[in-house]
C-alpha cells in the first residue's frame, strides 16, 4: 500500500514523537524549514513532560504537546489520546525521534504505513536498546541506523533508508552512538523527503522507492 503524494500540494503535516533529548527531531525540523522541503512538522508530542526535546521544539516555534501513559487505564486509551492530539493538529505522518514506547495495532492502523521510526543499528542487527554496545561485545567492524515503517514488532518493520558507520579501535559505546548519531541526523530528515513526496511503497516486508518523477511539458 503506498502514500499518496502530496508533493505538488502543500507540505506534509508531521507528527514527532519523542521521549528525550530530540536531536532527530530537531534534524527533521531544520530540514523541513527549508522551503522546498516537501514536509511540516505540526507537532511534537512527548509522552514525557521532562523531555528536553520539548523545549527545543518551542524555541523553533513548533507546538509541542504531552500526553502521559500514567493518565489513562490502559493502552488502548493511551494510544487513542495520542491520536486524537495528532488529529488535531491534522498529522498526516508521525515519525517516531527516540520515542520510548511501543505502539499499537490500534495506533498503527490509524497511521497505516504512515509511522517511521530511525534505530542505531543496521537492522536486523541489534534490535532493542543499548544496541552500540551490543554492536561492540559482538565484535562487528560496521554498525550505523536504519530508518524503518514501524510494525507492532519492535524495530522490524519496512527499511527505508541505512547508513553504515565503521567500528573504530578504541570506541566505547558513547563514542561509536555519536558516531552513528551524525548519520542519523543525515539519515532520517532524507527519508522524510522520500515519504512525503510519496515516493515510499511497502510491498511485503520490503520498501519500493519510486525515483523522481520528471514531468515534460
Ligand atoms: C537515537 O539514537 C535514535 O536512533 C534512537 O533513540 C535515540 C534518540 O536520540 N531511537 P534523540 O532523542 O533523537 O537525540
Not at 501513559?69 to 493502552?75: K, L, N, S, T, V
Not at 509511522?115 to 536498546?129: E, K, M, Q, R, Y
Amino acid at each position: 500500500m503506498g502514500w499518496t503524494t502530496r508533493s505538488e500540494a502543500s507540505p506534509v503535516k508531521l507528527g514527532i514523537l519523542i521521549s528525550g533529548r530530540g536531536s532527530n527531531m530537531v534534524s527533521i525540523a531544520e530540514a523541513c524549514a527549508s522551503p522546498d522541503f516537501p514536509a511540516d512538522v505540526a507537532l511534537v508530542l512527548s509522552d514525557k513532560p521532562t523531555a528536553a526535546g520539548l523545549d527545543k521544539a518551542a524555541s523553533m516555534g513548533i507546538a509541542t504537546a504531552v500526553v502521559e501513559p500514567g493518565a489513562f487505564a490502559d493502552r488502548g486509551e493511551f494510544e487513542a489520546a495520542l491520536i486524537a492530539t495528532l488529529q488535531q493538529h491534522e498529522v498526516e505522518g508521525v515519525c517516531l525521534a527516540g520515542f520510548m514506547r511501543l505502539l499499537g495495532g490500534g495506533f498503527l492502523a490509524a497511521y497505516r504505513d504512515r509511522v517511521l521510526n530511525i534505530h542505531p543499528s543496521l537492522l536486523p542487527a541489534f534490535p532493542g536498546l543499548d544496541v552500540q554496545q551490543k554492536a561492540l561485545d559482538h565484535g562487528v567492524r560496521y554498525s550505523g541506523c536504519t530508518v524503518h515503517f514501524v510494525t507492532e514488532e519492535m524495530d522490524a518493520g519496512p527499511i527505508v533508508l541505512q547508513a553504515a558507520v565503521p567500528v573504530l579501535g578504541g570506541d566505547d559505546a558513547d563514542a561509536l552512538a555519536a558516531r552513528i548519531l551524525e548519520q542519523e541526523h543525515r539519515a532520517y530528515p532524507e527519508a522524510v523527503r522520500l515519504f512525503a513526496e510519496g515516493r515510499l511503497h511497502v510491498v511485503g516486508r520490503t520498501v519500493r522507492i519510486d525515483t523522481p518523477r520528471t514531468d515534460t511539458v
